[in-house]
């Protein structure tokens, strides 16, 4: 029993609600002898659970390190200009997007040490994440960040085609460290990073992302846009 607390705390909270909703429904189907049902409810109640896990993570502490904010696959590396409503101008910047499926952790993280300066919410559609169109067509919320070197950086998240909700508790004016969780998107997803003048992405397409842990980018090297191959 005293590990019970331990275990909930696994989940995180916006996910207890879904996870004992379909537990008790999965519960109700096996009473009423209906073990068909039943058995589609367990296998529900656990993806949910799975969905919603929240794990620990440990982030490399330098000054200048750009960490992953979604855990995913790096979808594509390009130039593209922030969202107008974060007020950077026209000028395109180095776009790292990262997309999450439904079997991803889905609490974002910080990607760098600093202060939001700015938050967006913008209406939109539900389009499939994975499209580049989604940037801009989908409901998405911007966030502006300023370094601790003033540099600025804008990361989005961005809703999907399955989700339906985006969850943001960052707040405007407050100090934020990497890796420090600030939302959270259902149920599947994407995450936008649009790095300052001068700052290269260091992973390539199709390179697996940890939130708050792999590397997407570094204020200190002059290394240019990495590219990346499959190996076998």
Same mark, same amino acid.
């Given at each position: 029993?005293?590990?019970? @607390? ?6 995180? =909270? ?13 519960? /109700? ?14 296998? /529900? ?9 929240? @794990? ?12 992953? @904010? ?17 007020? /950077? ?33 913008? @209406? ?7 499209? $580049? ?14 370094? =601790?070197?003033? =540099? ?8 999907? /085609? ?23 998107? +259902? ?25 708050? $842990?792999?590397?997407?980018?570094? $204020?200190?090297?002059?290394? +240019? ?8």
């Amino acid at each position: 029993m005293d590990n019970i @607390p331990a275990v909930i705390g696994y989940f995180h =909270k916006e996910g207890h609600k879904f996870i004992l909703g379909f537990g008790a429904v999965t519960v /109700l189907f096996y009473l009423l002898g209906i073990d068909l049902l039943g058995a589609l409810g367990l296998l /529900l109640t656990i993806w949910c659970a799975y969905f919603f896990r929240d @794990p620990q993570r440990v982030t490399p502490i330098k000054e200048g390190l750009v960490v992953s @904010p979604a855990d995913g696959v790096v979808q594509s590396v390009c130039a593209a200009v922030p969202p107008q409503e974060l007020g /950077l101008g026209e000028e395109a910047r180095t776009r790292v997007s990262i997309f999450m499926n439904v079997f991803d952790v889905h609490v974002n993280r910080v990607p760098i040490d600093g202060t939001i300066l700015k938050q967006v919410y913008t @209406p939109g559609k539900f389009l499939n994440a994975s499209l $580049e169109k989604a940037s801009v067509d989908n409901e998405r919320h911007a966030l502006l960040l300023k370094s =601790k070197t003033d =540099k600025e950086y804008a990361f989005v998240q961005i809703a999907g /085609l399955v989700a339906r909700r985006i969850l943001c508790w960052a707040e405007d004016g407050k100090d934020y460290k990497a890796g420090e969780r600030f939302g959270l998107i +259902r149920f599947g997803s994407r995450v936008d990073v649009y790095l300052p003048k001068g700052v290269h992405s260091m992973v390539a397409v199709g390179q697996r992302a940890v939130a708050g $842990e792999t590397v997407i980018a570094n $204020e200190k090297t002059n290394e +240019r846009d990495r590219e990346g191959e499959i190996r076998t």
